[in-house]
């Protein structure tokens, strides 16, 4: 038991060493920040709305954010499928851009 413990131990140990060397940590963290404004411009302008109006604007929503996941999966896909640091700096950095992207879109719709 102590054993399997100890592996685990380290196999979680390396894996956050691993994050914090390639600076992915650094990524996560402007991501979630990125994400947490967004879910702030996107209830303010969900209270404002009508019922239709809403119920469209969760529809995009959610279309928007299959949209963004995809393609961001498709801009960090390595062609040779080797995966790895690199390739996920580059699906964060996507997923970071987007979201700004998507919040100022938001913005701007609200301020018209």
Known sequence: MKKTISIVFLLFSTF???QSVTGEDELYADYK???KEL???YNKI???L???DKKNLIESQRAWIKF???NCK???QDPGDGGGPYENKM???CLIQSTIGRTKELKNWADN
């Open 46 to 48: 969900i209270k404002k």
């Open 50 to 52: 009508n019922e239709t």
């Open 16 to 18: 956050v060493f691993s």
């Open 68 to 70: 963004r996941d995809l």
């Open 33 to 35: 920040k990125a994400d």
């Open 74 to 76: 498709f801009i960090s």
């Open 39 to 41: 879910n702030l411009v």
């Open 91 to 93: 699906k964060l950095d």
